[in-house]
């Protein structure tokens, strides 16, 4: 005589697909709150990223000179100053020595890399009467203040 054993019940396989689905569609409802929010905390994080980058090839210019901040086309303003080939033109100090190219904001509508003689960042330097460079996005997004100071 046997025993019939009546199992019921979800197989692993069951439960992981229940599982993934649940991930997915909660993936979904978390990104579809507010896009627009992430979209601008991904460019906050690009800016600081970029500010960096400026700040890092600035101080092996500085580094490689004996302390000094060497350009041609003159010290570091003091008050904050749009990096530009208009405005303050540090890209012939810093490209392609020390950095490929210079970084732009990512949502600044006229801010663009060509060359070193075409170009505008976006981003704002100023060093003060203690040699201490600071540089800025301006346009810095969800009230956040995007500044590096070395």
Known sequence: ??????????????????MALIA???GIVIASLNPA???????????R????????AISANVSENGGIFICSTGTI??????MSNGDYDIAPCL?????????F?????????????DYDTG???SMDADDIVTISAPEAELEESITITR
């Open 105 to 117: 904001d990512p949502s600044v509508t006229d801010a663009h890399w060509t060359d070193s003689t």
């Open 24 to 26: 997915i569609l909660a």
């Open 77 to 82: 303003p003091s008050t904050p100053t749009n």
């Open 95 to 103: 490209a392609p020595d020390y950095i490929s190219s210079m970084p």
């Open 49 to 56: 990223a970029h500010i960096t980058t400026i700040m890092n």
């Open 123 to 125: 981003y704002e330097v």
């Open 1 to 18: 005589m046997m025993i019939k054993i009546d199992r019921r019940g979800f197989t692993l396989l069951e439960m992981l697909i229940v």
């Open 37 to 47: 929010r992430q979209f601008a905390l991904g460019r906050n994080s690009t800016r």
